[in-house]
């Protein structure tokens, strides 16, 4: 069974870190287009970041500079690295696997919460 696996999410204050984590199992890791999304309460789930198979990055303009996005494809699991934390910030943060040889849409995980807030 496909399992993406969240982890690191927590309350922090404004300016802090924290580093976010997605194990998978179940899948080929290594061909598979990670994602971040995040969703904020009430909002629809948007994205974040995204790392290609062989590691192209692209992010959403509110969190360029301050978030990043890595891959250990001998562990599986995929980063989100979130620096300079604002408490826009705030939201339900997701991982995503996608291939063109998954389902449309892939797969997702259960979410991690992320509070940003003094």
């Known amino acids: 069974q496909v399992q993406l696996v969240e982890s690191g999410g927590g309350l922090v204050q404004p300016g802090g870190s924290l580093r976010l984590s997605c194990a998978a199992s179940g899948i080929t890791f290594s061909v598979y287009n990670m994602r971040w999304y995040g969703q904020a309460p009430g909002k629809e789930r948007e994205l974040v970041a995204v790392i290609s198979s062989t590691g192209s990055t692209n992010y959403a303009d509110s969190v360029k500079g301050r978030f990043t996005i890595s891959r250990d494809n001998a562990k599986n699991t995929v980063y989100l690295q979130l620096n300079s934390l604002k408490p826009e910030d705030t939201a339900v943060y997701y991982c995503?696997?996608?291939?063109?040889?998954?389902?449309?849409?892939?797969?997702w995980g259960q979410g991690t919460q992320v509070t940003v807030s003094s």
């Open positions: 995503n696997a996608r291939s063109i040889n998954a389902p449309a849409g892939g797969y």
